[in-house]
């Protein structure tokens, strides 16, 4: 048996954006335990609905995180949609799921970028973030923001987008659709990257059920559940297969949100042609009483939504179990036993969203 | 910035933002705002660092963190609040865990607003940070002949 030494890892590291803590416990070069303390991001969001009314939280909640805000802010709107018993109307429930797609794809897009840069090819970093500008700017002309867009509202969307516009935004992804083939091209066939990501951090599929993977982490491990099976927003009328992976490792990762992508474009495409005419916006009187529990698939995986209303215009709770947080346990699996110098990659492949799960 | 001769490099911290900023932050670094265009260099090592960016506010547990990066850079240093929560904590400023600021334990010298803050205002507040640091540095350097430092 080797020498025992304890290794701290952050919050502050060159490959992380957001703070997080491990010590590492290390034999030799190898990896025996990874011991995580979270808390540096922790603010207290939850707490804010003692001083902020129903329809003011929602400013807060899509502040959980800047990367997914747009989903959270939806998963909120419809927990308390659900308390009100209100139906949105179909074209709020259209403009939403492409918004939710495109929020899919910038993600994804930003994911890639982070991994090639923690395996240091910075080339392959900066053109993946050079595609996911693009659709920043979609954004940007869509909803008014880049990162914090604050369109939804309870009872439907804020903004509507005309008929030219999705037509632009299609021909848009057409051209980038291709940028994005040749670029992945360099993440699935290129060898340098394979000698990376193969066969290192594998969770099995028995692992991933026992501690609990959500997203593309868990169906990266040959399991098919995806919670836009359920049918919120459009997704009931669009037609999609859940993407997994055998692999069971990083490679297998990287291929399922690389496949994601190109189902984003497809579902979006899908969408921008079904989309019906009419209101965005339904009118919600009154204060809600009730509690209602929704879910959500973000980019990561499942996240979901706890209301629970008191007939006054303060809510009594809103709860956020966000998918990181639940992706944590398996992280922890995966790094025993790997080597040190993949921990920051292994870190990186369960796509961490620190702010997300410290709130 | 026609005297600028230095090229000071930067670290940025995640305190306790959302995300966004800090997203941002990044975005101004990659090719298409492309700050590095005005000298400067992202490092990830603090005793490296001349300017320091801060996104988010100050919480419990961040505040030894953010303390030490600061102690760690070389003199002269220049810190930038990146976002609304890093200059006066923003939408969280009423959370119990959220101290404030980062002028609450820092000396901050540049202020960059905004929710999240858009990267022509980061990329603003990096060339300013440029000139001050040029400043600060002359201002050190004469006093470092003059035997004061």
New interface residues.
């Given amino acids: 048996m080797g020498k025992r030494t304890i290794v701290p890892f952050g919050p502050q590291h060159p490959v992380l954006p957001e703070p997080i803590h491990l010590d590492l416990v290390l034999e030799d070069e190898k990896v025996i335990e990874a011991i995580p303390s979270i808390g540096f991001v922790h603010r207290g969001l939850e707490s804010l609905i003692s001083k902020r009314d129903f329809n003011d939280y929602l400013y807060v909640i899509e502040r959980t995180c800047g990367i997914c805000s747009f989903m959270h802010g939806m998963g909120y709107c419809e927990a308390v949609e659900r308390i009100f018993d209100v139906e949105i109307p179909d074209r709020a429930k259209y403009l939403r799921t492409i918004w939710c797609e495109m929020s899919r794809l910038h993600s994804h897009l930003l994911w890639l970028g982070l991994l090639a840069d923690a395996f240091g090819f910075e080339a392959l970093f900066y053109q993946c973030w050079r595609m996911r500008e693009k659709i920043l700017d979609m954004f940007e002309a869509s909803t008014g923001g880049r990162v914090i867009f604050s369109v939804n509202k309870v009872g439907g969307v804020l903004k509507d987008m005309d008929s030219a516009m999705l037509k632009g935004f299609v021909a848009e992804f057409d051209s980038m659709e291709a940028d994005v083939r040749k670029l992945t091209k360099v993440f699935l066939k290129d060898y340098t990257v394979k000698s990376r990501l193969k066969d290192v951090g594998i969770l099995t599929k028995e692992e991933a059920i026992q501690l609990g993977a959500v997203g593309p982490m868990m169906r990266a491990s040959g399991i098919e559940l995806d919670t836009r099976r359920l049918g919120y927003c459009a997704y009931g009328d669009l037609d999609f297969d859940i993407i997994t992976s055998n692999d069971c490792d990083s490679f297998g990762r990287c291929k399922v949100r690389i496949e994601e992508i190109f189902q984003s474009f497809s579902l979006i495409r899908q969408a921008v042609d079904k989309i019906p005419e009419g209101n965005i916006v339904v009118p919600v009187k009154g204060n809600p009483d009730g509690e209602a529990f929704v879910r959500v698939e973000q980019p990561r995986g499942e996240a979901i939504y706890y209301v629970k209303a008191n007939g006054t215009k303060f809510l009594d709770r809103a709860r956020v179990r966000t998918p990181t947080f639940t992706n944590l346990s398996p992280l922890i699996k995966i790094l025993q036993g790997c080597d040190y110098a993949d921990v920051p990659l292994l870190i990186l492949t369960i796509d961490p969203c620190i702010s997300c799960t410290e709130r | 910035m026609a005297k600028i001769s230095r090229s000071p490099w930067i670290l940025?911290?995640?305190?306790?933002?959302?995300?966004?900023?800090?997203?941002?932050t990044?975005?101004c670094l990659?090719?298409?705002y492309d700050a590095e265009r005005f000298g400067v260099i992202n490092?990830?090592?603090?005793r490296h660092a001349d300017i320091l960016l801060i996104t988010?506010?100050i919480?419990t547990?961040?505040k030894p963190?953010v303390e030490q990066?600061y102690s760690q850079m070389p003199k002269p240093k220049v810190v930038v609040a990146i976002g609304i929560c890093a200059c006066n904590g923003g939408?969280?400023k009423?959370?119990?865990?959220?101290i404030g600021g980062v002028d609450k334990v820092l000396p901050v010298d540049i202020y960059v607003p905004g929710?999240?803050a858009?990267?022509e205002a980061i990329i603003d507040g990096i060339v300013k940070a440029v000139a001050l640091f040029q400043e600060k540095h002359d201002k050190y350097e004469a006093e470092k002949k003059e035997g004061l430092q």
């Fill in positions: 940025h911290y995640d305190g306790s933002s959302c995300n966004g900023c800090d997203i941002e990044l975005a990659t090719p298409v490092t990830g090592d603090p988010g506010g919480n547990q961040n963190i990066l939408v969280f009423d959370c119990y865990n959220i929710c999240a858009r990267p």
